[in-house]
């Protein structure tokens, strides 16, 4: 059975880089990961996508391994806006869409 | 800019109503999605529909039931609502060419089924 599995919840502070890490044992063969911020009472917003290794955008990078089992989203230099719910995306076997349960980010002054 | 409308931000129905919750993307997005979020359980998708008329269940479909007639537009339909149902309902959408394929979400609908 597919399972997307994420830590519950992280703090950090302002300043810090904050690595959020994806469980996903049964990704499809050709798809790729995707992670959405959500802030509340908002749908989540795309935040970054990679298939593998590393992609980096203005806002964050995406760390993959060779087997894909997992990937870990890192937010540089966060501050007090980047407090939010954090979700990894993925397609597994069987063309099953899953998201994983959600990581609660709280930045601190 | 992509954008997701959801023809509600917050509903109040009574149990056995039919609820209708309406979905509306301006970028001629092949994919649209039902969502339901609920507290520690996350995004659980209900229903997803890849071309117009065409429709298929995603994990929770049951005590639901979907309708796409037009490309821009897909609605989620509560036969007869119950509490359980209670919940944050989000709309999303994508290109549909295959591959790396983003999403893009609604404001959400809060539901309150009393």
């Known amino acids: 059975l597919a399972k997307t599995t994420q830590p519950i919840s992280m703090d950090s502070y302002e300043g810090q880089e904050v690595n959020i890490t994806c469980s996903h044992n049964?990704?499809?063969?050709?798809?790729?990961i995707t992670w959405y911020q959500q802030f509340p009472s908002q749908g989540p917003r795309f935040i970054i996508q990679?298939?593998?290794t590393k992609v980096t955008n203005e806002v964050a990078s995406l760390f993959i391994p060779a087997d894909r089992k997992s990937s870990t989203l890192s937010l540089p230099r966060v501050s007090l806006s980047d407090t939010a719910v954090y979700y990894c995306?993925?397609?597994?076997?069987?063309?099953?869409?899953?998201f994983g349960g959600g990581t609660r980010v709280l930045v601190k002054p | 800019d992509v954008k997701v409308t959801q023809s509600s931000r917050y509903l109040v129905k009574r149990t056995g109503e039919k609820v209708f919750l309406e979905c509306v993307q301006d970028?001629?997005?092949?994919?649209m999605f039902w969502y339901r979020q609920d507290p520690g359980l996350g995004l659980r998708l209900i229903y997803f529909?890849?071309?117009?008329?065409?429709?298929e269940k995603g994990d929770i479909p049951e005590g639901y039931s979907v309708s796409r007639e037009k490309k821009e537009r897909f609605s989620l339909i509560l036969e007869s609502a119950s509490t359980n149902q209670t919940s944050m309902y989000l709309c999303?959408?994508?290109?549909?060419?295959?591959?790396?394929?983003?999403?893009?979400f609604g404001p959400g609908t809060r539901l309150l089924v009393l």
């Open positions: 999303a959408s994508s290109l549909g060419t295959g591959g790396a394929e983003t999403q893009y």
């Open positions: 049964n990704i499809a063969t050709n798809d790729y």
């Open positions: 990679g298939y593998k």
């Open positions: 995306l993925v397609k597994a076997a069987g063309n099953k869409l899953t």
């Open positions: 970028m001629d997005h092949e994919n």
């Open positions: 529909s890849y071309d117009v008329k065409m429709k």
